[in-house]
């Protein structure tokens, strides 16, 4: 036994798990030494005590789903990583993982989900003299830089049974467009970029720094849309490091920097001011959650006693074979922003994700 979050017990099983898991779906090497192992145990360890007292928490607001919900959830995710019920039960046989070792996980996660959800609408909406006052603190870096709105066609190898068709379809798209057709209807119906092709194709704004790193493999991707004249679109253009091939529209340009108007920047300042309290709210519940409920951590406390035990300290067979999985997994991922664009840490749970060859 690793922990034990008042009557329940986490195992040293369930903490290899979960390392397996992060290592597998990052496509890390399974090969630490005996101090990272030790510090990777601890790390994950803390997270799932955090998690189990949550969640314990959260039985005691009675917000724990019912099994219809469950079911449904786990439907949801199945669709979204496009696996067949075969390829489901491999991956999370492969991952160590039963089939109600998932819903358990999956019911969890809905659970503590509603808990900080339900949390979160007791924060206070900033006032405009919050709003005000932060903008003035902050003036500085409300600055709209040199770049462009842009709309992308986009066509990727991997939905098209490899280079030469995806090359073939997009060059037919550009003789579509080429003859009259509408961009934006184009993008909609054959664009393989979903989260844009439901808008047409638009993307929505982009420094010219953005663009370079949106797509790294198109080194001259900013010049290329700069010079163009709003309306214009480019030729077929390949990322050479996705491999995809993208046609790009300019929308509007900004040639020059501009300072940003409080109008400008309201609704992003009352959203990051509303995070910001939100993750103040979140962390105390944590604090207040782990200080009411009786946690045992035996992992650390063995260490402690025996500080040997880091030197000593060998991975189990779990993880001993990780990292030879080349499917993709049900990993272990649980991420909220935090108005200033660094990571809520909360519990790791698990979900199925589905890596999108196109992503904006």
């Known amino acids: ?97 039963t089939e109600e070792d998932v819903r358990d996980q999956v019911r969890r996660q809905l659970a503590i989900n509603e808990l900080t959800e339900r949390q979160k609408t007791r924060v206070s909406a900033p006032t405009d003299g919050d709003i005000e006052k932060y903008y003035s603190d902050h003036k500085t870096e409300f600055k709209a830089e040199r770049g462009a709105d842009i709309s992308v066609i986009a066509v990727s190898p991997n939905n098209n049974g490899g280079e030469a068709a995806a090359e073939q379809k997009i060059r037919a798209i550009y003789a579509q467009l080429r003859s009259g057709a509408d961009f934006a209807t184009i993008a909609s119906q054959k664009s393989e970029e979903q989260s844009s092709a439901i808008r047409g194709g638009r993307l929505g704004f982009a420094s010219e720094a953005g663009l370079k790193q949106s797509f790294p493999g198109v080194p001259d991707i900013a010049t290329r849309i700069m010079s163009l004249t709003e309306g214009q679109y480019t030729e077929p253009v390949k990322d050479n490091a996705s491999g995809n091939w993208y046609i790009f529209k300019l929308n509007i340009k900004r040639e020059t920097p501009q300072n940003l108007t409080l109008n400008d920047v309201r609704a992003d300042i009352i959203n990051t001011i509303t995070q910001q309290r939100q993750q103040v709210l979140l962390n105390a519940l944590v604090v207040v959650t782990l200080t009411e409920t009786t946690t045992k951590n035996y992992l650390a406390e063995r260490i402690v006693q025996n500080p040997q035990a880091i030197v000593e300290m060998r991975p189990s067979q ?42 904006w």
């Open 1 to 97: 036994m690793a922990a034990k979050v008042g009557s329940r017990e986490i195992t040293l099983k369930q903490v290899d798990s979960t390392i397996k898991q992060q290592l597998d779906s990052s496509g890390g090497n399974a090969s630490m030494t005996p101090a990272e192992l030790v510090a990777a145990r601890l790390s994950v360890l803390d997270k799932l005590i955090q998690e189990e007292a949550l969640f314990q928490r959260a039985q005691k607001e009675n917000l724990v789903p019912d099994d219809i919900k469950v079911n449904q959830e786990v439907q949801k995710r199945k669709q979204e990583a496009s696996v067949t019920e075969e390829q489901y039960q491999n991956q999370i046989k492969q991952a160590g993982f």
């Open 318 to 359: 779990l993880l001993q074979t990780s990292g030879q999985q080349q499917q993709a997994q049900p990993r272990i991922e649980k991420r909220e922003s935090r108005g200033d664009g660094a990571q809520l840490q909360s519990p790791d749970l698990i979900q199925l994700e589905h890596k999108r060859s196109l992503e």
